[in-house]
């Protein structure tokens, strides 16, 4: 089983940077992929960026795209987003999300981290 923890979120200013961590316990061995996702009050979970963990390459979605960074610590199993120029619209619950093979859902979630962006 894999574990994944979010940490990082908080209260911060329209125009902030922020960085979100996501570190990953257990059968870490047995990612595939790993994720952010977001939910906003009232809003569908979308996604905000991924990376495939043995091959490094990295993808994002539309919600966050130019001002955001995902990356991984291999030694420290976490992975980060790295969140600038933020919007009171990127206000959310931030969730870590991996699967275990390609093709797969992502189907291993972290408890998620409230980001509020005030103007």
């Known amino acids: 089983q894999v574990q994944l923890v979010e940490s990082g979120g908080g209260l911060v200013q329209a125009g902030d940077s922020l960085r979100l961590s996501c570190s990953a316990s257990?059968?870490?061995?047995?990612?595939?992929?790993m994720a952010w996702f977001r939910q906003a009050p009232g809003k569908d979970r979308e996604f905000v960026a991924g990376?495939?963990?043995?091959?490094?390459?990295?993808f994002y979605g539309n919600s966050m795209k130019g001002r955001s960074t995902i990356s991984r610590d291999d030694v420290k199993n976490t992975m980060y987003l790295q969140m600038s120029s933020l919007k009171p619209e990127d206000t959310a619950v931030y969730y870590c999300?991996?699967?275990?093979?390609?093709?797969?859902?992502?189907?291993?979630w972290g408890q998620g981290t409230q980001v509020t962006v005030s103007s």
């Open positions: 999300a991996a699967n275990t093979r390609s093709g797969d859902p992502f189907n291993i």
């Open positions: 257990g059968r870490t061995l047995s990612m595939f992929a």
């Open positions: 990376m495939h963990l043995s091959a490094g390459s990295r």
